[in-house]
């Protein structure tokens, strides 16, 4: 039987408090947001909103080998989104046009009109649209680099985990990324011709890298890189690292000791990109 000799209402302050933190708005999840429409497909993008939104958006760019898929928000981005949710960011995870279907500048424009729909529904989602950072590891650094560069560029900060960021000087000047055996796969996204001639073919991969876009203009942008990266080589990082010192850009380069294409590099590299949010679009 209860021991009924224990007075019951001092507990009611404890009681209450319970209540509370049920009522308390947890994290809330809205799945296959359409951002756009185009040739009988409808792209999308899943919004985290935390439980304190600080009014700052992350945007996500789920990619990998410049493939992209839902799956692949639940199988690694759960933990990136969950850690920027956890510190008030409201989160916009962005998938887009797998390659070879798509090739990298159809998706190149995929990914920024995803972030010019975040813009636009600023209010919608409780977001101050000065306040938007984009960020992704591989593939999705290079494309949220890419947006970085635009002439009208949509973002105020981003954060690029294990970038490529010069295809046209893949580890050494004049080696283009197509040359690696190991990344020939990729020839058909880049829209290489791998018979045409040399110069068209270093033409189309500056086209597509980021570093030709460095400009004086080019927001906030912190670059994480393992020294022991054997599918992404360092050089890519440092490449970066000086085009934005002698554009005079505000950036950092860090990198992680023994860090490979690997959750080595990426999960130190999602914290680091969690406080460059807090330092340059919530100040």
Partial sequence: ???????????LPILLLSLLATLASPQTRTEDVIYMKAGGAAFTLDVLRPAKPNQAAVVFLISGGWISDHSMIKSFGADIEKAFADNGFTVFSVVHGAQPRFKVNEIVEEVRTAVRFVHAHAADYGIDSNRVGVSGISSGAHLSLMIAGSADSPVNAVAA?????DLANWGKPG????DDPQLAIFIPALGIDPKGPRSDIEAAARKLSPITYVNPKYPPTLIVHGDEDRIVPLQQAQALDQALIKAGVDHQLAVVPGGGHDDKTFRPGVMKAVQWFKEKLLK
Avoid: C, D, K, Q
């Fill in 161 to 165: 985990i294990a970038p490529p960021t």
């Fill in 1 to 11: 039987m209860p021991n009924w000799t224990v007075p019951m209402f001092p507990r």
């Fill in 175 to 178: 080696f283009v990324l197509t």
